[in-house]
């Protein structure tokens, strides 16, 4: 079945203009509605689902401010570009300021037409992603603590972990750092029975291995030296709750050997003591290591494994889920911007998008919480990004606009010819039209 057109509308009273267009955007393989009179635009745009609109600015009986107002009103998911003559380009950006998208100066020349509409065009459709992710976060309501995602592998593992979560099972998490393995344990506890009590977390790498035995058990007085009172460990804090312990293929021999026991026997002893504490505690174990590889190893228990892994999630790293970046940038602009109205250009869009994200969502975070800082004007651009998110050689090219493209292309031209006409034959336009091109990129 053949994909439906993008469609386009043409409002302008000349018929060169109309037929230009017309031509231009049916090698493009777009669908063009032609529009001769401004007063019919209404009733073209309540019958079609148009992508792109070109309005010329002087029209009667409604000229292109008139439209352009219309169609903000009508139908604001339309980008906009207003046609102007050169004596009105004051004009044509207070209308960018209105909500256009750009503004197209008389005369043009075709190729310039198809480049400045395949521009629009991913302008367009980048828009109306971002537009239909803001629609998902408002219809599931998102909040802090929450995952934010469409990802159907992520969402299946999701599903998982709330049919789980009021059982007794305990729960193995794998992932990368920054994928929510933390968050994955909140959601488990807070929608399990034991939710009132307390959810206690343990980063297993961040504690040294002679302090973490009592740090996860307690002591008594007197059990080492510094041990000045009883003191009770994360297990009795934890007891009738959950316990969290990230990292947990960073725990050595011996304290494999002790939660073991927890999990078997449901007791453990202080340090420095020998009556043991019976305590109920479900376990939820978090790490960013293959415990299937370490187990054959040798460095992890496979008993200890086969007890904690009553279910098992997989964190999917960022890179595996890309439907999610906009989703999450967004969310984050939301979160810590919400009254600016800081956007994200196109350029920098993109290189956030083919980024690797190596540290996932909370390098996300992180990023967007830099730019929001150094954004000016409320936009973040390439220049507001990290030196790494920051493109190089080809792939900078690829980030450019098809606008900064042609100026790139023309510059590299004009140092190569011999002349000012030979430049403009090797581009292919004659010398007027690359005169009104160099005025215009300022080269």
Excluded at 142 to 157: H, P, S, Y
Excluded at 205 to 227: D, M, W
Aim: aromatic share 6%; glycine share 4%.
């Amino acid at each position: 079945m053949s994909q439906t057109k993008a469609q386009i509308l043409v409002v302008d009273d000349e018929e060169n203009i109309l037929n230009t267009m017309a031509i231009c955007f049916d090698a493009l393989g777009f669908e063009t509605i032609l529009c001769r009179n401004s007063a019919e635009v209404s009733e073209l745009v309540s019958a079609n689902d148009f992508a792109l609109a070109f309005v010329d600015l002087r029209m009667a009986p409604l000229d292109g401010m008139d439209v352009l107002a219309l169609l903000n009103k009508q139908a604001p998911h339309i980008t906009v570009t207003i046609i102007t003559a050169h004596g009105s380009i004051e004009t044509a950006i207070e209308a960018i300021k209105n909500g256009a998208y750009d503004y197209l100066q008389k005369p043009f020349e075709l190729k310039e037409l198809q480049l400045f509409t395949q521009r629009a065009m991913a302008h367009h459709q980048l828009s109306s992603e971002v537009r239909e992710l803001r629609q998902i976060v408002a219809a599931n309501k998102v909040e802090a603590g929450e995952f934010i995602t469409q990802n159907k592998a992520t969402l299946a593992i999701i599903d998982l972990a709330n049919r789980v979560a009021d059982s007794q099972l305990s729960i193995i998490i794998e992932g990368e750092s920054g994928t929510g393995k933390e968050l994955m344990a909140e959601t488990i506890h807070r929608n399990s029975a034991r939710a009132s009590k307390p959810l206690v977390k343990v980063n297993c790498a961040a504690i040294p291995e002679s302090l973490l035995e009592s740090e996860l058990f307690g002591h008594v007085k007197g059990a080492f030296t510094g041990a000045l009172k009883d003191r009770k460990g994360r297990f009795e804090l934890a007891h009738g709750g959950t316990i969290f312990l990230d990292e947990i293929a960073e725990l050595s021999a011996a304290l494999q050997a002790k939660l073991l026991r927890v999990l078997q026997q449901k007791e453990f002893e202080r340090v420095g003591e020998s009556e043991p504490q019976k305590v109920d505690v479900r376990i939820i174990a978090a790490t960013n290591k293959n415990l299937d590889e370490a187990i054959k190893e040798g460095s992890f228990r496979d008993d200890l494994f086969y007890r904690l892994n009553g279910v098992r999630l997989k964190m999917l790293p960022l890179r595996e889920r890309p439907e999610d970046i906009l989703l999450l940038i967004d969310h984050f602009l939301n979160r810590y911007a919400p009254e600016s109205g800081t956007k994200v250009t196109d350029r920098a869009l993109r290189a956030l998008r083919s980024y690797r994200w190596s540290g996932n969502v909370r390098e996300l975070d992180n990023v967007i919480q830099r730019a929001i800082v150094l954004s000016r004007n409320r936009k973040i651009d390439l220049e507001q990004l990290p030196e790494e998110l920051q493109p190089t050689g080809t792939a900078q090219e690829s980030l450019l606009s098809l606008e900064e493209m042609e100026k790139l292309h023309i510059k590299r031209v004009l140092q190569q010819a011999r002349d000012y006409d030979h430049a403009a034959s090797l581009l292919g336009i004659d010398p007027a039209t690359l005169w009104r091109k160099r005025k215009k990129y300022g080269i």
